[in-house]
């Protein structure tokens, strides 16, 4: 097997690319050793012993299945967390979404009339004091306090 690196170099200035992209027919290693000049390079390039290789980039399959299971919203555990609870969600953030959901609920129950007016009312004042966690929260209290069946016996 010959020594190509001196031909491999002239081949990559004249293809205009890196020596590593530079492919040389293996079958026509021999006959290329002899070739020196750029023009002998040159009509090798010609004939098609003398190929430019393919540009290889990184594959970014890996990363797009990643990105899918993120938005499914799993690798969100702890150990893949970055910064406070507050970085990732703002506390108005986190209060929007809890009152939103509790006044909806209050909403609910009273359009049902399972909740008075009255007792919408009041529990509407409680929750924008901050009084309840959760939706959940919140109807224990209700039950708690005889408004919805399940509470006080």
Same mark, same amino acid.
């Given at each position: 097997?010959?020594? /190509? ?8 200035? /004249?293809? !205009?690319?890196? !020596? ?7 079958? #026509? ?7 020196? =000049?750029?023009?002998?390079?040159? #009509? ?13 980039? =990184? ?12 938005? !499914? ?6 150990? #893949? ?22 006044? =909806? /609920? %209050?909403?609910?129950?009273? =359009? ?26 919140? %109807?224990?209290?209700?039950? %708690?306090?005889?408004? /919805? ?5």
């Amino acid at each position: 097997m010959a020594d /190509l690196t001196n031909q491999r170099r002239i081949a990559a200035s /004249l293809l !205009k690319c890196g !020596k590593g992209r530079v492919w040389i027919d293996p079958a #026509s290693q021999d006959d290329l050793a002899d070739a020196v =000049t750029r023009s002998d390079i040159r #009509s090798a390039i010609k004939a098609g012993v003398i190929r430019r290789g393919p540009v290889v980039g =990184t594959s970014r399959a890996r990363a797009r299945r990643h990105a899918a299971e993120v938005k !499914k919203g799993r690798h969100s555990g702890p150990g #893949s967390r970055r910064g406070s609870p507050e970085s990732r969600l703002s506390k108005k953030d986190r209060w929007m979404r809890r009152i939103r959901a509790q006044r =909806t /609920l %209050l909403r609910e129950l009273r =359009t049902s009339k399972k909740i008075a007016p009255s007792v919408y009312r009041e529990f509407y004042r409680r929750a924008k004091g901050g009084m309840f966690r959760s939706r959940a929260h919140l %109807l224990v209290n209700l039950r %708690l306090a005889g408004h /919805l069946p399940g509470g006080k016996q």
